[in-house]
């Protein structure tokens, strides 16, 4: 019975103490100045969840709920954080909100728009806002689905700005702000978030605060004209241009607010598809400043989230998203193989993760392929530009020849892939190409680099057009025409000497042939072809039989596994 009667001591003490907040004049312009008025809403929040009673919540809700909008109302002029005070009154939202008749979805909006866009560089508000979207991630994908994608570029200031410290809570949330709506800008999004640090701190240094939710009241957005360009380049091929060129300022010391490659990276919502301007002269300078000064903790920090990020992304995108998202989303990937933050440790994990999903994605839909025929043959086209692009290529070589240009009944497609590699191969059989456009003056280390991923590019060249002639039989004597020349060429590497003169004797046995060069995807039977999924249900003394088809008689061979594997 004491306990009972604390409690309600307790709760008419912590009630008076909110209304006598909201008739002090003192607080009026900022109630969170009262450093026990969090302690009030806590205790009342406590009472409430603990009593289980809907008297006491309808008992306070009128007062909770007005307090909610005072504070909104002095977040311009408070010197307060009111982070953790909206962010309690927002849990008494989510909870007993059914009770009281309360919609939390504006609150929750609010709360993004007006506080934490001015608060997320406070690592306490930080740390509390991501405990809370963990703690009601199940109620926030029920009922507010839209809420973390709408509001995933300003969850990315907050995590870019607080670095490694908050990563693991970062990560738990990071799939929800997956939708259809923002399954796209979050990739260019995480994939830039080095450079959103930069910003950052340039705005930091220029104004002295960071600027909030303005940013994103200015920002025209562009999502229509860049899906269209992006729908565009994947099944057209025709590169996305970049609008940016005359925008900002070189002035590294301000920054107009206006320049539209800040009103994109600063901007706190998601509105849609927008490019970065990698040529405009801000984007130019600012990039420049960063390759020359030391980097920053923060950065540092970011480049090496950036990957692990983006390695979720990827995962959950493979998990839970539709092919056709999937789709739209590799011509994006491809165009960005080679445009990202200059840093090499960086560069190398970020290319990494997009080989390894894209290739990922080309085994689940070999389909891919052939919708994005014409991306494709331009990336191929592109192979002498610069390294990045150059193992872009491999990747795509890999993944024509593996998966047959899409499959069997793709064969105009494969005509058209076919020729591109016969280029690619007839160009660097020519002369070396590999590097053109650069400097001409180059030591020996260079020339050798170039040299050997030349040959490494024509060695997937070669087997990209031995394995899409092994599924499209029409290719053929094309294919033997192609091989042939290199096996012939005096300037070809050792290397692809070899393997073009494999594959040629290759094609002699069809059985084998199909067995070692065809698709992974694709199982044809047949007499002498092996089928490498069963290989785990063979044992050693099977492999002649097996490539026999199991015929009766006894063996012809005449060696023994012990010439092999010496006795122990």
Request: proline share 5%; hydrophobic share 45%.
């Amino acid at each position: 019975m004491a306990t009972t009667g604390n409690k309600e001591g307790d709760w008419d003490f912590h009630l008076r103490s909110l209304s006598a907040n909201a008739r002090d004049s003192s607080s009026a312009s900022d109630p969170a100045s009262d450093p026990y008025l969090l302690q009030s809403v806590r205790k009342i929040y406590d009472i409430c969840k603990e009593g289980g009673s809907e008297e006491l919540v309808a008992r306070a809700y009128p007062q909770i709920n007005k307090l909610f909008h005072r504070c909104i109302t002095a977040l311009p002029q408070s010197q307060t954080s009111n982070g953790l005070l909206l962010l309690t009154i927002l849990q008494f939202f989510l909870d007993f909100g059914e009770v009281v008749l309360h919609d939390a979805d504006p609150s929750l909006r609010t709360f993004f728009r007006s506080c934490l866009s001015r608060e997320f560089s406070d690592p306490v508000v930080a740390e509390a806002t991501l405990d809370f979207l963990n703690l009601n991630m199940k109620k926030l994908l029920i009922s507010f689905p839209t809420l973390l994608p709408q509001f995933f570029p300003l969850l990315l200031k907050l995590i870019a700005w607080n670095g490694e410290r908050f990563e693991k809570s970062f990560l738990m949330i990071l799939p929800a702000m997956m939708s259809t709506g923002s399954f796209l800008p979050l990739f260019l999004s995480l994939l830039d978030l080095p450079i959103l640090i930069v910003a950052l701190e340039k705005v930091e240094r220029s104004s002295g605060t960071l600027i909030g939710s303005s940013i994103a009241s200015i920002q025209k957005s562009t999502a229509p004209e860049m899906l269209l360009a992006l729908m565009d380049e994947a099944y057209t091929g025709s590169a996305i241009e970049d609008r940016g060129g005359d925008s900002g300022s070189d002035d590294n010391n301000t920054i107009d607010v206006a320049d539209p490659v800040f009103l994109d990276l600063l901007k706190d919502e998601n509105d849609g598809l927008a490019m970065r301007h990698w040529t405009s002269p801000s984007m130019v300078s600012l990039l420049q400043a960063t390759t020359n000064a030391p980097q920053s903790d923060r950065l540092r920090q970011a480049l090496y989230m950036t990957p692990r990020f983006l390695a979720l992304y990827f995962t959950t995108a493979l998990r839970d998203v539709n092919d056709s998202m999937l789709c739209a989303l590799l011509p994006l990937l491809m165009s960005r193989f080679d445009t990202m933050f200059p840093d090499k440790v960086f560069s190398f994990e970020v290319r990494k993760r997009f080989s390894d999903f894209m290739l990922a994605a080309f085994q689940r839909s070999p389909d891919f392929i052939a919708l994005l025929k014409k991306p494709i043959t331009d990336r191929l086209g592109e192979a002498y530009d610069s390294p990045a692009k150059t193992e872009l290529a491999l990747h795509l070589c890999w993944a024509i020849g593996e998966h047959g240009a899409g499959g069997i009944s793709h064969k105009d497609v494969a005509r058209e892939l076919f020729e591109s590699l016969e280029l690619l191969l007839y160009e660097n059989l020519s002369s070396s190409r590999l590097g053109l456009g650069q400097e001409s003056a180059v030591d020996s280390n260079i020339a050798a680099f170039r040299k050997s991923s030349q040959a490494r590019l024509l060695c997937f060249v070669v087997t990209a057009i031995a394995k899409l002639a092994t599924c499209h039989n029409e290719l053929l004597p094309r294919a033997r025409v192609s091989l042939a020349k290199v096996a012939r060429s005096r300037n070809s590497d050792r290397r692809v000497w070899r393997r073009a003169s494999d594959y040629l004797g290759l094609m002699s046995e069809p059985a084998i042939c199909l067995s070692v060069l065809g698709s992974s995807t694709r199982h044809v039977n047949g007499p002498g072809i092996v089928n490498w999924s069963e290989g785990g249900s063979k044992m050693i003394a099977h492999i002649p039989f097996y490539i026999l088809n199991e015929q009766e008689g006894p063996p012809f061979h005449d060696f023994s596994f012990f010439d092999v594997f010496p006795r122990v």
